[in-house]
C-alpha cells in the first residue's frame, strides 16, 4: 500500500508540476596514535569554515548536471601540427581536425561510434577504435581512409595501439573464438590500409600485450599464463626465459620500448603502490617513480611523441597531481597551474605544443588549451558547449559549485581510510540533510573530479559524502585486499558506517537526516544500509543493485568476463578475496544479502533497473522487489527496458534525479524536485512499475 501511495503520488506530482600522516601509517591498519584524527578533525573543521562563509548559489535544473557536451576527446598530433575531436550533434559523433594555429575547423568523418582517437606516430593517421571496427582517416590528405580491421564479434579482435615504427600501421590482438575446431591460437597483428595484415606473433597461450622497438620489430612479449601475466623479451632470449612475472592481483601494463632494449611499464610488481617502472634488457627491473604523497597509484602516463620516454605522470586517488619528469617541464607546468583554475591537469605534446587538459572538482566536463612554448595559453574550442533534449546548455558557473574536499578518518580497527564530502556553500552543514554515496565496483574507487550527482544534491543543500572503503582500487594493493571479501553486512559495509559516523560526530550533516544512494555495488550497499542500519539511514536509493551480491559474482564470473585480460573472472576474484567456489564464503555473502533480510527492511527505497543489464540480470532485482511488495514494503520501481548496466538514455537519467529529489524531499525533508515536464512525466508513467 504505501509503495502504491508513494508511485500515485509522484505521478499526481508530475501532473500537477506539469500543468503549473606516513605513508605506511596512512595504508596500513592497527593502533592509530591521536595525532592523526585530531589532524583529520582539524582538515574537516577547516573544509567546513570555507565553505561557510561562501554565499549560497543559485539553485540550477537538473539540465546543467543531466546535459553533455557537444565536443570532447581532444587529441594533439604528436608533430603539433593538427588537432582532433569528437563533435556531437542531433545523436552523432563526428570527427573533427583543424590546423594549428589558426586553421579553419572540418568535419572529417560524419560518424562513428568510437571512443578515443589514437594518432599515429608521425602525425598523418588518426586511428578510431570503434566496439565493431578500427577505422583510420588520413589527416593530411594523402588518401587512405577506411577500415582497418574489425574489432569484437566473431573475429574478437583487439586493439592495442598506434604502431611506434610504421605510420599508418595499427597493432591488434586476434583472439581465437569461444569454440575453436582446432586448438586456439592467439595472434598479434600489425594491420595497415589496402587489407595489409602482417603477423607479429602466434601463441597458444593469450597474449596480453606488447612493445615494438624503434626499427619496428617486436622487442617486448606480455602474455596470461595461469594466474600471472608474464613478459618475456625478443628475439633472445626468448619464450625460454620469463623477464618478470606480475601475478594477480598486481597490474602490470606496458608503455612502450625503451632505446636501451628495455621497456617502460606501469604497475606494482615491485611495491605496495603502482608506479612507472623500468625492465631493462637483462630482466631487472628499477622503480622510476612513485607518488610523493606516498598514498596513491599512478593513474596515467603521458610519453613524448619523439622518443616514447614517458613525460608526464598523473596520481590523482586522493589530490589531484601531474608530476612532470624533467625540470623544464615542471617549470611550465607550473606556470600553466597559475593560469588555469581548475586543479586537474593532463598533457599531451607535439612539437612545441601541449595540448593542456582542465579538469576540477567544480568544473563540469572539461576544458582544452593550447599552450606554445613561448608562454601563451588559449582556449580552444570557447565556443563549446553542453546540450540537453536538443536544446543547448551552459556550463554551470564554477563559482556557484561545491568543493569536493578528501578526508581521511580511522576505522575502529585502526585501519585509515579515504574518502571525499562534498560541502554546500554557506549552510550550516551541522543541520543539513547528508547523503551516503557509495561507488560501483566494488574494485573501483572515487577520484577527485567533478561528480554530476554530488554537485546536484550540494546545490540543493545536502552535504554528500563519498567513501573509499577498503576494497576501492587507486590506494595500493594493501587497501584493495583488505577487504579480505567480506562485502555483506561485515566489515567492507561497517566502514562505510563508521565514516558516516565520524562525520556526524565532527558536526557534519543532521543524524536524523541521513540517506545512503549508489549504482551497482553502490545499489547494493544502500541496500545493506536500510536494512541492517536503519537506525542510520532513512531511506535508500539503488541503482541497477545485485541484491545477492555472491549470487551475481557467480553468475557473472562465468560468463567470459575477464578483470585481467587472459586471466578468468574467478582466478582475479579468488586473488581478491572473493572465491566463487567457497561454499562458506557465498553462503555467508546470501545469508546477508538485502535479498533473504527483505523482511528487516523498514525504510523506503527507491530501486532503479535496466532490462538488458548484462551484469545485474534483471529477474534477481525484479525478485527481490517482488519479495518486498508482498511483505508490504515502501519500494519504487523504476525500469528502463532497453538499458544495460549503466543507463544512458537521458530521459532515464532525469527520471532518476526526479526519483531520487522525490524521494530524498519527503524522507530527510530536502527542497521539493524540479517540475516534471509533460515528456518527463510520460516517461515516468511508463517506466515505474
Same mark, same amino acid.
Given at each position: 500500500?504505501?509503495?502504491?501511495?508513494?508511485?500515485?503520488?509522484?505521478l499526481a506530482?508530475?501532473?500537477?508540476?506539469?500543468?503549473? %600522516?606516513?605513508?605506511?601509517?596512512?595504508? #596500513?591498519?592497527?593502533p592509530?596514535?591521536?595525532?592523526?584524527?585530531?589532524?583529520? *578533525? %582539524?582538515?574537516?573543521?577547516?573544509?567546513?569554515?570555507?565553505? @561557510?562563509?561562501?554565499?549560497?548559489?543559485?539553485?540550477?535544473?537538473r539540465?546543467?548536471?543531466?546535459?553533455?557536451?557537444?565536443?570532447?576527446?581532444?587529441?594533439?598530433?604528436?608533430? #603539433?601540427?593538427?588537432?582532433?575531436?569528437?563533435?556531437?550533434?542531433?545523436?552523432?559523433?563526428?570527427?573533427?581536425?583543424?590546423?594549428?594555429?589558426d586553421?579553419?575547423?572540418?568535419?572529417?568523418?560524419?560518424?562513428?561510434?568510437?571512443?578515443?582517437?589514437?594518432?599515429? @606516430?608521425?602525425?598523418?593517421?588518426l586511428?578510431?577504435? =570503434?566496439?565493431?571496427?578500427l577505422?583510420?582517416?588520413?589527416a593530411? #590528405?594523402?588518401?587512405?581512409d577506411?577500415?582497418?580491421?574489425?574489432?569484437?564479434?566473431?573475429?574478437?579482435?583487439?586493439?592495442?595501439?598506434?604502431?611506434?615504427?610504421?605510420?599508418?600501421?595499427?597493432?591488434?590482438?586476434?583472439?581465437? *573464438?569461444?569454440?575453436?575446431?582446432?586448438?586456439?591460437?592467439?595472434?598479434?597483428?600489425?594491420?595497415?590500409p589496402?587489407?595489409?595484415?602482417?603477423?607479429? !606473433?602466434?601463441?597458444?597461450?593469450?597474449?596480453?600485450?606488447?612493445?615494438i622497438?624503434?626499427?619496428?620489430?617486436?622487442?617486448?612479449?606480455?602474455?596470461?599464463?595461469?594466474?600471472? !601475466?608474464?613478459?618475456?623479451?625478443?628475439?633472445?632470449?626468448?619464450?625460454?626465459?620469463?623477464?618478470?612475472?606480475?601475478?594477480?592481483?598486481?597490474?602490470?601494463?606496458?608503455l612502450? *620500448?625503451?632505446?636501451?632494449?628495455?621497456?617502460?611499464?606501469?604497475?606494482?610488481?615491485?611495491?605496495?603502490l603502482?608506479?612507472? /617502472?623500468?625492465?631493462?634488457?637483462?630482466?631487472?627491473?628499477?622503480?622510476?617513480?612513485?607518488?610523493?604523497?606516498g598514498?596513491?597509484?599512478?593513474? !596515467?602516463?603521458?610519453?613524448?611523441?619523439?622518443d616514447?620516454?614517458?613525460r608526464?605522470?598523473?596520481?590523482?586517488?586522493?589530490?589531484?597531481? /601531474?608530476?612532470?619528469?624533467?625540470?623544464?617541464?615542471?617549470?611550465?607546468?607550473?606556470?600553466?597551474r597559475?593560469?588555469?583554475?581548475g586543479?586537474?591537469?593532463?598533457?599531451?605534446?607535439?612539437?612545441?605544443?601541449?595540448?593542456?587538459?582542465?579538469?576540477?572538482?567544480?568544473?563540469?566536463?572539461?576544458?582544452?588549451?593550447?599552450?606554445?612554448?613561448?608562454?601563451?595559453?588559449?582556449?580552444?574550442?570557447?565556443?563549446a =558547449?553542453?546540450?540537453?533534449?536538443?536544446?543547448?546548455?551552459?556550463?554551470?558557473?564554477?563559482? %556557484?559549485?561545491?568543493?569536493?574536499?578528501?578526508?581521511?578518518?580511522?576505522?575502529s580497527?585502526? @585501519?585509515?581510510?579515504?574518502?571525499?564530502?562534498? $560541502?554546500?556553500? #554557506?549552510?550550516?552543514?551541522?543541520?543539513?540533510?547528508?547523503?551516503?554515496?557509495?561507488?560501483?565496483g566494488p574494485?573501483?574507487?572515487?577520484?577527485?573530479?567533478?561528480?554530476?550527482?554530488?554537485?546536484?544534491l550540494?546545490?540543493?543543500?545536502?552535504?554528500?559524502?563519498q567513501?573509499?572503503f577498503r576494497? &576501492?582500487?587507486?590506494?595500493g594493493?594493501?587497501?584493495?585486499?583488505? &577487504?579480505?571479501?567480506?562485502?555483506g553486512?561485515?566489515?567492507?559495509?561497517q566502514?562505510?558506517?563508521?565514516?558516516?559516523?565520524w562525520l $556526524?560526530?565532527?558536526?557534519?550533516?543532521?543524524?536524523?537526516?541521513?540517506?545512503?544512494?549508489?549504482?551497482?555495488?553502490?545499489?547494493?550497499?544502500?541496500?545493506?544500509?536500510?536494512?541492517?542500519?536503519?537506525?542510520?539511514?532513512?531511506?535508500?536509493?539503488?541503482?541497477?543493485?545485485?541484491?545477492d551480491?555472491?549470487?551475481?559474482?557467480?553468475e557473472?564470473?562465468?560468463a567470459?568476463?575477464?578483470m585481467?585480460?587472459?586471466?578468468?573472472?574467478?582466478? &582475479?576474484?579468488?586473488?581478491?578475496?572473493?572465491?566463487?567456489?567457497?561454499? %562458506?564464503?557465498?553462503?555467508? /555473502?546470501?545469508?546477508?544479502?538485502?535479498?533473504?533480510?527483505a523482511a528487516?527492511?523498514?525504510?523506503?527505497?527507491?530501486?532503479l533497473?535496466?532490462?538488458?543489464?548484462?551484469?545485474?540480470?534483471?529477474?534477481?532485482?525484479?525478485?527481490?522487489?517482488?519479495?518486498?511488495?508482498?511483505?508490504?514494503?515502501?519500494?519504487?520501481?523504476?525500469?528502463?527496458?532497453?538499458?544495460? !548496466?549503466?543507463?544512458?538514455?537521458?530521459?532515464?537519467?532525469?527520471?532518476?534525479?526526479?526519483?531520487?529529489?522525490?524521494?530524498?524531499?519527503?524522507?530527510?525533508?530536502?527542497?521539493?524536485p524540479?517540475p516534471?515536464?509533460?515528456?518527463?512525466?510520460?516517461?515516468?508513467?511508463?517506466?515505474?512499475?
Open positions: 500500500m504505501k509503495r502504491a501511495l508513494r508511485v500515485a503520488a509522484v506530482a508530475c501532473v500537477a508540476f506539469s500543468a503549473a %600522516a606516513s605513508s605506511d601509517e596512512a595504508r #596500513g591498519a592497527g592509530v596514535s591521536p595525532a592523526p584524527a585530531r589532524a583529520d *578533525a %582539524a582538515a574537516l573543521q577547516h573544509a567546513i569554515a570555507t565553505e @561557510r562563509v561562501r554565499p549560497v548559489p543559485p539553485r540550477l535544473p539540465a546543467a548536471f543531466l546535459s553533455q557536451p557537444r565536443e570532447h576527446g581532444f587529441a594533439l598530433a604528436p608533430d #603539433g601540427r593538427q588537432v582532433a575531436w569528437f563533435g556531437e550533434q542531433g545523436g552523432r559523433r563526428g570527427v573533427w581536425l583543424q590546423a594549428l594555429p586553421g579553419e575547423p572540418r568535419l572529417r568523418l560524419a560518424r562513428t561510434d568510437a571512443a578515443e582517437l589514437v594518432w599515429s @606516430r608521425d602525425g598523418r593517421w586511428f578510431l577504435p =570503434g566496439s565493431r571496427q577505422a583510420v582517416l588520413a593530411d #590528405g594523402q588518401g587512405g577506411g577500415e582497418l580491421s574489425t574489432l569484437g564479434g566473431l573475429g574478437r579482435r583487439v586493439f592495442v595501439g598506434a604502431d611506434p615504427a610504421i605510420g599508418d600501421a595499427a597493432l591488434v590482438v586476434e583472439r581465437p *573464438a569461444r569454440i575453436a575446431a582446432q586448438a586456439p591460437r592467439w595472434r598479434l597483428l600489425r594491420v595497415q589496402g587489407g595489409r595484415e602482417t603477423p607479429l !606473433h602466434e601463441d597458444a597461450l593469450p597474449i596480453v600485450d606488447a612493445a622497438d624503434g626499427q619496428g620489430q617486436l622487442a617486448w612479449l606480455m602474455r596470461a599464463e595461469g594466474k600471472a !601475466h608474464v613478459l618475456y623479451r625478443l628475439p633472445a632470449p626468448g619464450l625460454d626465459r620469463a623477464m618478470l612475472r606480475c601475478e594477480v592481483p598486481r597490474r602490470c601494463r606496458l612502450g *620500448a625503451s632505446s636501451d632494449g628495455g621497456v617502460w611499464m606501469q604497475g606494482n610488481v615491485d611495491a605496495d603502482s608506479g612507472l /617502472l623500468h625492465v631493462r634488457a637483462d630482466g631487472s627491473v628499477r622503480r622510476v617513480h612513485r607518488d610523493p604523497r598514498e596513491a597509484d599512478l593513474n !596515467h602516463v603521458a610519453l613524448d611523441p619523439v616514447g620516454e614517458p608526464f605522470l598523473g596520481y590523482d586517488s586522493t589530490v589531484p597531481q /601531474l608530476l612532470a619528469r624533467s625540470a623544464d617541464d615542471e617549470a611550465r607546468l607550473a606556470a600553466l597559475r593560469t588555469l583554475s586543479g586537474s591537469l593532463r598533457v599531451q605534446a607535439g612539437g612545441g605544443r601541449w595540448l593542456v587538459i582542465e579538469r576540477g572538482d567544480r568544473l563540469r566536463g572539461e576544458r582544452a588549451w593550447m599552450a606554445s612554448d613561448d608562454g601563451t595559453v588559449a582556449l580552444l574550442r570557447p565556443e =558547449g553542453f546540450v540537453f533534449g536538443g536544446h543547448p546548455q551552459p556550463r554551470p558557473d564554477e563559482a %556557484a559549485m561545491a568543493r569536493k574536499w578528501p578526508v581521511q578518518w580511522t576505522a580497527d585502526g @585501519r585509515r581510510l579515504h574518502g571525499f564530502v562534498t $560541502l554546500p556553500p #554557506g549552510v550550516d552543514v551541522a543541520h543539513a540533510p547528508l547523503v551516503v554515496s557509495v561507488h560501483g574494485f573501483s574507487l572515487v577520484r577527485p573530479d567533478f561528480s554530476n550527482d554530488a554537485q546536484l550540494a546545490n540543493r543543500g545536502y552535504v554528500v559524502f567513501p573509499n576494497g &576501492s582500487t587507486g590506494l594493493l594493501d587497501y584493495v585486499l583488505a &577487504s579480505r571479501g567480506d562485502f553486512h561485515g566489515r567492507v559495509q566502514d562505510i558506517i563508521e565514516g558516516t559516523r $556526524l560526530a565532527n558536526g557534519v550533516g543532521d543524524a536524523d537526516r541521513v540517506a545512503i544512494v549508489g549504482a551497482s555495488f553502490g545499489g547494493y550497499s544502500a541496500l545493506l544500509g536500510v536494512t541492517f542500519a536503519s537506525e542510520l539511514f532513512k531511506a535508500a536509493v539503488a541503482g541497477v543493485p545485485p541484491a551480491f555472491g549470487r551475481v559474482i557467480r557473472y564470473q562465468g567470459g568476463q575477464e585481467h585480460p587472459g586471466i578468468p573472472m574467478a582466478v &582475479s576474484m579468488r586473488a581478491l578475496g572473493v572465491d566463487p567456489e567457497d561454499a %562458506a564464503q557465498m553462503q555467508r /555473502l546470501a545469508a546477508q544479502s538485502p535479498s533473504a533480510n528487516a527492511l523498514t525504510r523506503p527505497v527507491l530501486v533497473a535496466g532490462g538488458e543489464d548484462e551484469r545485474v540480470p534483471i529477474r534477481g532485482v525484479t525478485h527481490y522487489v517482488a519479495r518486498l511488495r508482498t511483505l508490504g514494503k515502501d519500494v519504487t520501481f523504476f525500469v528502463d527496458t532497453d538499458a544495460g !548496466h549503466a543507463i544512458a538514455d537521458e530521459k532515464s537519467r532525469e527520471a532518476y534525479y526526479f526519483l531520487m529529489e522525490s524521494l530524498l524531499h519527503e524522507t530527510l525533508g530536502g527542497p521539493e524540479e516534471a515536464s509533460a515528456e518527463l512525466q510520460s516517461h515516468l508513467t511508463r517506466h515505474l512499475r
